[in-house]
Structure formats: C-alpha cells, structure tokens
C-alpha cells in the first residue's frame, strides 16, 4: 500500500510540475502561451490575434535575450513555427514552414539550440521562383562558421536591393475585379486585370529598390470593386496591408479586402474613381394658367 500511495504522489507530482510549464493568457489582442524553464524564467511565447489568423513566436535564453523569432499565419497559404525542449525547458529546436496558397514556392528550416540558448546547426529547404533551395551557386551558410581570415576592408559602391512582393488576398464571401496599374511598369510588375473569387489569393509581382521599403501605393494604383450584376453599382474595397519579413532584403506584402464601402456618391466626391455616376436631374415642367 506504501509503494502504491507513493507512486501516487509521484504521478500527481510531476504531473503538477508539468502543468506549471505551460501558462495560457487571453489579453485583448488575442492569445499568448508561455512554456518555461525549469528554473522558472520564459522560455518560449506564442502570440495569436483574436481572430487565429496571424501571430508570432519567440524563444529565449534564461537572461531574456532572444535566440529565435518568426512569424506565423493561417491564411494565404500558412506559415507555422514548431519548438522543442530540453529536459530544462530550454528550447532544443525551431522548425518553421512557409507556402503561399498557390505557386511553387515554399520554405522550410530547422535551427538547433544547446541547453544554454546557443545556437548549434541551422538547415534549410524549399523552392523559389528560380529553383531549389539550396542550389548550386547559392551560398548557404553552415554551422558552426568557419572562422574568416582577416581581410582589407573595401569600399563597397553598390547598394543591396531590397525585394517586395505584392499580393492581393479576398477573404470576403463576394467575386472582386482586380486593376492594377504600375507607375514604372516592368517584367516584374507588368500591371493588368485579374478576378478574383471569394477565398482567393494572387500575386500581383515584385518591385525592387535599393536599400529602402517604400509603400505599395506610392509604385502602384490599385482599383478594387465587387463584380457586380445586372445594375447593381459596384461596391469599392475597404482594404489593409498586412507585412510578413521573409529576410533583410525581402519581404512580402499582402493587400486584404476587410469589406466593401458605400457607392453612394456625397456632394464634392463626383471626381472620384469608381464611384457610380449621380443620375441626371429631370427638369420640372410649369404649367401656367390664364383665365
């Protein structure tokens, strides 16, 4: 019976403990998870929005710092983030995977930890719009570096060019007609016209400057509206650009349709585009009588 009430205790016990290495908090933007060390600092959060759609998630070492971040979605493809531990709650491993909803590109990469918090191997895989990853001629870095031989320093000229991807993604339950007309037109971004069904994502293309992230809509005009049937006006886009980092130099930008504005047109707004065209005044006829 001692043996029995002892191993009792012992299932509650670690049972307890492992409760307590993982803490849920619902806060007004959305959901975040804890999972701790041992010792009782953070050792990993986990941030979801109200609406399970877009997060991010962070590892730490014991002191604070951070040794991992990446962000996650649920839309337009996914983009996930999976840690492991250690026996001390550290996290041992980060795996992450990226995909649009359509197209051949996709990523994946595992980074390895020691028990400390430091960095130990890092290996990726995937495709892109010009092949494999890793590939022949692409550098790919490999861990532990090996140590660089000291060098003279040189002055560098050229800029580093810094890539944007531009989608459009329709979450609603309505078909859009998509315009798309480029300020500097080229093969990357030759602009035109696409419809989109409810549910959809496109990609519109790339555009590229260097050293900087300058906004879609100062390169782009984007014209957005809901098909429309019979005489039915068509309703613009209420829209908002959501921004995922893919690396230094490239990123991904994805313009999502939140809903549809009235095509009423108020006095003063007659110029602008899209807008339903005010219907012509009829003319009142008087009539005079004379006895």
Not at 83 to 97: D, I, K, L, P, Q
Request: proline residues 7%; contains cysteine.
């Amino acid at each position: 019976m001692r043996l029995l009430a002892s191993l009792l205790l012992l299932t509650l016990a670690t049972a307890s403990s492992a409760q307590q290495k993982e803490r849920i908090l619902k806060t007004d933007t959305g959901t975040v998870v804890l999972r701790f060390f041992n010792s009782g600092q953070v050792s990993t959060k986990e941030w979801r929005d109200k609406h399970d759609r877009w997060g991010r998630s962070w590892a730490f070492k014991k002191n604070g710092e951070v040794i991992f971040e990446g962000q996650t979605r649920r839309f337009a493809g996914h983009s996930s983030v999976h840690f492991s531990y250690h026996a001390n709650g550290a996290v041992s491993m980060a795996e992450t995977s990226d995909a649009p909803d359509g197209g051949i590109q996709w990523h994946r990469s595992t980074t390895t930890f020691d028990d400390h918090g430091n960095k130990t191997g890092f290996t990726e895989q995937g495709h892109d719009d010009h092949g494999i990853i890793p590939r022949p001629g692409m550098h790919v870095q490999q861990w532990p570096p090996e140590p660089e031989q000291p060098k003279q320093q040189e002055v560098v000229v050229c800029q580093r060019m810094f890539v944007n991807e531009l989608f459009v993604v329709n979450p609603t339950n309505a078909a859009v007609r998509v315009s798309v007309t480029p300020k500097e037109p080229s093969p990357a971004l030759p602009g035109g016209t696409w419809t989109m069904a409810p549910g959809d994502t496109i990609r519109i293309g790339t555009y590229s400057k260097g050293e900087a992230w300058p906004d879609w809509n100062g390169l782009v005009d984007l014209n957005i509206v809901q098909v429309a049937l019979g005489d039915r006006n068509k309703a613009l886009a209420s829209i908002r650009t959501e921004e995922m980092n893919m690396s230094t130099e490239h990123r991904k930008l994805f313009v999502v349709i939140e809903g549809w504005l009235e095509t009423k047109v108020t006095p003063g707004q007659e110029h602008l585009p899209g807008l339903p065209k005010p219907p012509k005044e009829k003319k009142k006829r008087r009539w005079l009588f004379f006895r």
